[in-house]
């Protein structure tokens, strides 16, 4: 049965059928396959293919919106084409189908109508599934309801988010917002043709922002923001501890990965999912460690959360608050057996002898009791003895036929035979649910935990736990966290049953916590004395000023180490021991502690990874809060209020309150940072004021979607320019926060895909688009720090000697001749989306700086140099080099088509140059040209004449198995690869082996592959071979196209079938070797955007869409004693349509506002 005749969806247990109505499905398929409007309409309703209830619905539905996202038309015939692409045609019933839809529309102006009907339809559906999950869950009776009740909430909350909001806003409306929590803070003739960004000297360079361009913005916004990849996080769903490198590897593998932020808004704990992960390199880093005693290592220009905003750690000083988690409520749901838990808790006390045999002391007799009961359930013999007065001992044994649960508890966890220093939590504990985590903690706490309290001179009290391991107690005290409990760290020297010795304890002395503490969890054989202190906490007179409510004021901010470092600890010297807050200050937020820096150490180098979070812009990490666009911005803001031209400004990276909030510091002149934590001048309102009445009239549109998609863009910024007849300029920031089709290989890929749509986007609405674009953090390896095009991120390069194959002449010529020549619009050939070889465009080759490069051999010999992340076609889609594997096949050339422009040529002049190269072989190095390049251009009968009269001089015969192999050896290493890409022009594939020692160059040999090109290549030497028709073995030949064929038809296996008939064939990988560094060079290809080098398919740059490609640079974020503090160079490395060059301009610092040098400031 064909999908198109599956009957419609399940039934329910109960008979009922979820609600569905396929004739609104259909005109609304209908409707977009005649008006582009449709489209539109259900992009705006974020109808998804999801949400047709039949499937073959739902692709019609995604080939719609594939087409129209790529800027084609969609109609039965390009929706046809598009679905057989992906060979769906058939399953949907054929092209008639989608003839029938179209014919049978009511109406098109109708298509929202009908895109909320299937919206709607489709939500009740969702909600009828998680209705259904969340009943099954409450029959299974959970053991934590709260944490039921969460995840029921949270599942209903996800079905709610289906739903698209309206997320743009006019700034008039947002200046409301933002004035009142301004005052809350307190009580607490012109030759410029396109749209003017308000910069004189950029303005000059592009006559302003031209109609329809698409500009890139490229910056460094972060330099250096980073953490070291042993750093824990906290999965919020599972409670499991996962390092930062660990979230890193799986964030760029697209796994879902999740992560805990402070909320910028309501300052409470949300879960975010981070949608950039970036490896930054080993760099230098600072241990931060608090009054607490929580670490953090970090880079010097990592930001930290303090009471006047975020701070990068060269401005934080020791004294300084910074915000931490009051508590982090994540707990796991995978329970354990009871006397495992219990177990666990005791044998890592430091009482516990885990050798040969198990020896368990204590002071408690019922600690000794309790632990030889849970011992006696997991089938271990308990033997207990009380030699010594006042102390306890419990020896285990497994039986003797047993040994099995023994090796489970001791073996499984890491305890058997390790040193008491040595011991740690192990992670399966951290993914307890609560009740068992509370568990865990009171055999600890009963064990090697005490508690002391006195009334005298106001009272005091604390209970504390102690451990001989520091990794031990650090994991006590991030589990005591997850209750809102905040112990204080530090090491001492302790003295227990005869030994005395260095330790660590934890410390909880605040009131709340201690009634938490003895009312959650407890202290196991010390319940009558937690008692008692309860008894006594009501008459305590606790003077303590605790972190959270009055931390210590910043009478450090002013440093000699001066802002390009952190402000150490002197060597030597131990911050007093006192408590974290002495003197008042800003009051925290109620999920945030402060808590005051104690020491700032050089740690060395290390290898460090960082996150961007949308929306909040930082995550915990180690239990520390830590962070995560003014040119832009500036931009906007001059279109809007002096050239009165409407701007659309998306913000992927910073909320509505955060882009108002700078635009009326820049507007107003008022210092951003008393802007952020209120302290404003009386001078300042008068500013405000002024600022807020000129910005409100401005038509400025702010959106603050943080996964806004290109089609999400398209349809806001499109129905704007409906309502207000004129669009000026639509700005995105950022580009790589974007998110791209589900379906792309990669995020190049998908990157690459987003930056055509933008430029989509410009030419349908004729208006600029501005995309600001982070660039490769390989820059700050440089010694020149300017950003040239390579540096956009997601763009890869070669080296000079990389050949392109030309589509006109059929020869090779190298991108360095290609530069130096200046020649632009090179015919080239290229794969489009079927896999096909056609003749595409090359705009020009450019340079783009030295970065480090690594050669990539293929089995059939073919080699390229080039850069990391240069991105090539494998099976599975484009593949950055440092993402390929030994063993990933590449898409190679299959067969190569006769040039464009032919070259005529006698039998005797082909012969004579076949004598000449052969002669030049002798005399020429290896790898200099001798092949004419007049030869490539030549017909195919011409082709075998010259290869015939070359090929005897290196002929040869070797045995692969029983079956011999022809092979060609020549001195010239060039020569053989110049005879690999002759054969490509006749579909003979060969093989390429580099002889001697330096297989770099000198001799090589070229090996006839496969059986058809053996045949192949027989029959057209004409008997110029003895092996005519004989095997050569398989080698690294795949599949021939006509058995792969075969294959494809036998399973009717569309995606199958399309490799069979593609141009292209898979060459393994076989080695990538590292080069060093190099000058490497760039090219743009329209339309396809890649090409063939060195016989390998590659792609090319991502600014090949933009017309215009800006950088900024301020010279003293590299080099703090800068000469050109205060100023920002603006670089136009690409621009289109005229000249490049470099505009000068004044930041602003305070003002976070970039402004002209000559005024304006």
Known sequence: MAVAEVPPGPQRGDGRVPPYNLEAEESLLGAMLLSKDAIVAASELGVSSEDFYKPVHGHIFDAILSLYGAGEPADPVTVGEELRRAGLLGDIGG????????VRTPATSSAARYARIVGEHALLRRLIAVAGEIAEMGYRVPDDVAEAVDRAEAMVFDVAQHRVSDTMAPIRDLLDHTLTRLEM?????????????????????????????????????????????????????????????????????????????????????????????????????????????????????????????????????????????????????????????????????????????????ATSPAVIDDLAHHARQVEVEAVTERSVPGVSTCRLHPPADRSDPWHHVLGGHGLMGTSPHRRSVPEWVFRLPRRQVALFLNRLLGV???????????????????????????????????????????????????????????????????????????MFSKDSALANLLAHIDQLDHRQRRASQAPRALAHAASPAGPGA???????????????????????????????????????????YDLTVPGDHNFVAADVFVHNTAFALGMAAH????????????????????????????????????????????????????????????PLYIDDNPRATVLEIRAKARRLKSRLGDLGIVVVDYLQLMTGRDRAENRQVEVSEISRGLKVLARELQTPVVALSQLSRGLELRADKRPMLADLRESGCLTADAR??????????????????????????????????VAGTMSHVFASGTKPVYRLRLGSGRRIDASANHPFLTVGGWLRLDELAIGTRVAVPRRLPAPTRRCEWAVAEVREAAREVVEATDRLPADCPVVPRAIFSLPDDALVAFLAAVWPHGDGVSHHGHRPRPHCVSASSRLIDDLQTLLLRLEVHSRVVRLGSNAAVGRARLSIEGDESSRRFGELMAGAMALAGQGAGQGVAPPSRHRLAQVAAALDDAALDRRARADVRWDPVVAIDSLGERP?????????????????????????????????????????????????????????????????LAFLDHYTRFANMAKDI
């Open 95 to 102: 092209p008639g189908l989608l003839v029938s839809l179209q």
């Open 185 to 361: 803070l307190y009580e607490k003739a012109d030759s410029i043709t396109g749209v003017p960004t308000g910069y004189r000297g950029f303005d000059e360079l592009l006559s302003g922002l031209q109609p329809s361009s698409l500009v890139i913005v490229g910056a460094r916004p972060a330099t250096g923001k980073c953490l070291t990849g042993d750093t824990l996080l906290v999965e919020p769903r599972t409670g499991a501890r996962v390092t930062l490198a660990e979230v890193y590897r799986r964030g760029r593998r697209g796994d879902h990965v999740e992560v805990t932020s402070l909320g910028a808004a309501d300052h409470g704990l949300h879960v975010r999912r981070p949608n950039a992960f970036v490896d930054d390199g080993v760099r230098p880093v600072f241990r931060v460690r608090t009054r607490l005693g929580r670490e953090v290592r970090t880079t010097a220009a990592h930001p930290f959360l303090t009471p006047t905003g975020w701070r990068p750690l060269a401005e934080v000083a020791v004294g300084t608050p910074v915000a931490v988690p009051r508590v982090l409520p994540v707990f796991g749901n995978e329970a354990r057996p009871r006397a495992e838990i219990v177990l666990l808790a005791y044998l890592l006390s430091d009482g516990a002898h885990t050798g040969a045999s198990v020896r368990f002391t």
């Open 448 to 522: 090697d935990g005490s508690l002391w309290w006195s009334t005298r001179q106001g009272g005091t009290a604390y209970v504390s736990y102690c451990s001989r391991s520091g990794e031990l107690v650090a994991d006590v005290a991030h589990l005591l966290l997850r209750f809102g409990i905040n112990a204080r760290r530090r090491r001492r020297v302790i003295h227990r049953q005869g030994w005395s010795g260095p330790a660590h304890e934890l410390e909880v002395t605040s009131v709340p916590e201690l009634r938490h503490l003895a009312t959650e969890i407890g």
């Open 566 to 608: 952190p402000h150490r600890t002197p060597a030597g010297r131990r911050p007093a021991a006192r408590d974290s807050t002495d003197a008042p200050c800003a009051p925290a937020p109620t999920s945030v502690l402060w808590d005051e820096v104690v020491a700032i150490d050089d740690d060395g180098p290390a290898q460090v």
């Open 639 to 698: 279109a809007a209020l002096e050239a009165h031209r409407p701007v659309l400004f998306f913000s992927l990276e910073m909320s509505h309150l955060e882009i108002t909030q700078r635009l009326l510091a820049s507007e107003a002149r008022v210092d951003s940072t008393r802007m952020r934590n209120g302290r404003l001048a009386e001078s300042d309102w008068t500013k405000i004021s002024h600022a807020i009445g000129r910005l409100a009239e401005a």
């Open 804 to 837: 392109v194959l030309r589509a006109d002449t059929g020869a090779e010529v190298t991108m360095g001749e290609l530069l130096l020549s200046g020649e632009r619009d090179i015919p080239v050939w290229t794969v489009d989306r079927d896999l096909a070889l």
């Open 1080 to 1144: 490497v060079y760039d090219a743009t290809v329209a339309e396809t955007h890649n090409f063939v080098a060195n016989g390998i398919v590659v792609e090319n740059s991502l600014e090949q869409d933009a017309d215009v490609v800006v950088f900024l640079y301020r010279d003293e974020l590299y080099h703090p004693e800068s000469p050109d503090r205060g100023t920002a160079e603006v670089l136009v490395a690409k621009h289109r349509s005229g000249p490049t060059g470099m505009d000068r």
